[in-house]
């Protein structure tokens, strides 16, 4: 059981909004699982849902390339220890040298990348910047209409594929889901795992208490079908006009969105947080 932090308490308040003493109270029953604390606060205190993590502070950068003919896409992430380290230039240009290769040979798999020419690449600039650098993953979307979007200085990026639209229509629908950050295609993408838990913490909030059965069965549905449009990006309003959903924004359009693929900078990964000013006296103590 990992001991409650005050950094802990902290991230558990920025996430839900709730008060400091629940958050406390949640983490510790918990036993310091910060995503098992919001799951039992959402069904304890009907809360909707929680920020995304923000312990994903690695550092890098998402380069993105389409070919010409909207054919094919391909995203690479490249990964530093420091932020430092990303803006400078020759880290700019290795990113930039992994989408080339990507691209141009269409190998997603890191291993097999850094076997050949950027592995030489890598090492050399790792010597130079004096950090572990590396290419984290890379993704191809191939088949029909491809086209994406790149946010900011490469920390989100999106590849939607259509049926027919236009190229126009593909970068709109990525810009969306970089904003939006939807779930699934379709509600019947959503995978059942996912939907089994939602209903569990619908069915464990405090308004189900003492209802009949029937009646419970009745607000899940309602719930479950708010869930799901909520998340499934043909169901959202489309951020350029939110009188238009993204489903019937491309159905005008004579297009039909197959997949998309969204990233996002360090997601995923938990980064130690490091004391500077107790690792400097304990280095002193040594």
Partial sequence: MAAVTAAMVKELRDRTALGMMECKKALTAAGGDIELAIEELRKTSGMKAA????????????????????????????????????????????????????????????????????????????????????????????????????????????????????????????MHVAAVSPRVVRGDDMPADVLAKEEEIIRAQPDMAGKPAEIVDKMIVGRMKKFLAENSLVEQPFVKNPDVKVGQLAKDAGATITSFVRLEVGEGIEVEEVDFAAEVAAQLKG
Avoid: C, W
């Avoid at 993953?137 to 191939?142: D, G, S, T, Y």
């Fill in 51 to 174: 920020k995304k993590a923000g312990r994903t502070a690695a550092e890098g950068r998402l380069v993105m390339r389409v070919a010409p003919d909207n054919s094919y896409g391909i995203l690479v992430e490249v990964n530093a220890e420091t932020d430092f380290a990303t803006r400078d230039d020759s880290f700019g240009a290795f990113a930039e040298k992994v989408a080339d290769v990507v691209f141009e040979t269409k190998e997603t798999n890191v291993e097999a990348l850094l076997a050949g020419e950027i592995g030489e690449l890598r090492e050399a600039l790792v010597q130079k910047i004096g950090e572990n650098i590396s290419p984290r993953r890379a993704v191809i979307v191939e088949g029909g209409l491809v086209s994406g979007y790149l946010h900011g200085n490469g920390q989100i990026a999106v590849l939607t594929q259509l049926e027919n639209g236009s190229d126009e229509l593909a970068k709109d629908v990525a």
